[in-house]
């Protein structure tokens, strides 16, 4: 609306100043100079003051759009299981539970919840996630990967003798706005972690849609 009002001010302008010089030439009548030129100073000086308003208003909407644009398509998180100095164990339990990574080494946009262990989509598009699962002592490590309430893969692994033992898995997930993916801890299962965060859950944002 402002750019509208300054090009018919600066009309308004140039259509003055034509018609006060072609009524200088013909009137018998001495010009006022001093009067006319301060009105076409006035009247320039407040077409440039709203084009230059409304410039300013359009260039910072454009930039906070690009701020948003960019927040919203630079997602990466990744978090391990226990924070220094707790654990070693998680599990088991009696039935499936959902793990809370509580350790952040990243989290891009925020779309982790430390507080929760839910990855919430920002935007539509396709994701990339990873599970690993660390554990010891003769107990199975298991942990299902689950969008929303549907279960997309298992990381698994069991063997009788005392010893070290991990599986791992992973997945690229079409996600709507809102979804969400999380990790659950199979019943009767147990998961080690430590300072050198065996234990971790990982997802980044690779192209939107």
Wanted: aromatic content about 10%; some cysteine; hydrophobic content about 40%.
């Amino acid at each position: 609306m402002e750019v509208i009002v300054f090009f018919s001010l600066l009309l308004s302008v140039c259509t003055l100043s034509a018609n006060l010089a072609e009524a200088d030439k013909s009137s018998n009548q001495q010009p006022c100079p001093q009067d006319t030129q301060a009105v076409l100073r006035q009247l320039t000086f407040l077409s440039w003051s709203l084009f230059w308003e409304e410039s300013n208003s359009t260039t910072g909407s454009l930039n906070n759009d690009i701020s948003l644009s960019l927040s919203a398509t630079h997602v990466a998180f990744s978090a391990a299981v226990l924070l220094p100095g707790t654990g070693p164990y998680v599990g088991p339990f009696n039935t499936e539970t959902t793990l809370v990574f509580k350790h952040v080494i990243t989290n891009i946009g925020n779309a982790y919840n430390p507080s929760t262990g839910i990855f919430t989509a920002p935007v539509r598009g396709v994701y990339h996630f990873e599970l690993h699962m660390f554990g010891h002592g003769g107990v199975a490590v298991g942990a299902y990967l689950y969008k929303n309430q549907g279960l997309v893969v298992i990381a698994y692994e069991h063997q009788t003798a005392a010893g070290e033992l991990s599986g791992s898995n992973g997945a690229s997930l079409l996600l709507e706005v809102g979804d969400q993916v999380f990790v659950r801890l199979l019943d009767g299962r147990r998961i080690y972690d430590n300072q050198n965060h065996h234990t971790t859950f990982s997802g980044h944002l690779i192209f939107t849609m």
